[in-house]
């Protein structure tokens, strides 16, 4: 009875275990770039969600201004009053490494809840060959479309 491995029966191993890495790690790269681009769709489903709540609550306008660096909400108490107060911070698409095709947007949302100055806007998120699109409908309904 012989104790070990031959080298042959090692190569033939190691050879296995490298054609098995090189199929699973470019999967892998779609699989993260996937993830990350559905991340940023669900903080951007957040915010907007958010901005409707804050203006319940707080029976003020709110702000939602989504921009690549930073997703924010202000709430004001008139249309006419300068005083804003900051309600809600967040970073954007880019600190996740995703890329926000669409321009900076700002919608507003009254303090019955219903949206202004959304005019079905769409926000275009892409991170390698990973894309969604979060469209918002005047009223301030979000979906998330593949």
Do not use: C
Not at 21 to 48: C, F, K, N
Not at 61 to 81: C, E, G, K, Q
């Amino acid at each position: 009875m012989r104790k070990g491995h031959t080298l042959l029966e090692l190569l033939i191993v190691l050879a296995l275990i490298g054609l098995l890495i090189g199929t699973v790690i470019p999967g892998s790269a779609a699989l993260a770039d996937r993830l990350a681009v559905e991340h940023q769709a669900a903080r951007l489903l957040t915010a907007y969600r958010s901005a409707w709540v804050a203006a319940r609550m707080q029976q003020r306008l709110a702000v939602l201004r989504i921009s690549a660096d930073t997703l924010s909400i202000r709430t004001v108490r008139s249309a006419n009053d300068p005083d804003t107060l900051l309600a809600w911070l967040a970073p954007g698409p880019s600190q996740g490494g995703v890329t926000l095709a669409s321009a900076p947007h700002t919608s507003v949302f009254g303090p019955d809840g219903l949206g202004m100055g959304l005019a079905n806007t769409t926000h275009v998120l892409v991170k390698g060959g990973a894309t969604r699109r979060v469209v918002v409908s005047r009223l301030g309904r979000v979906r998330i479309i593949p």
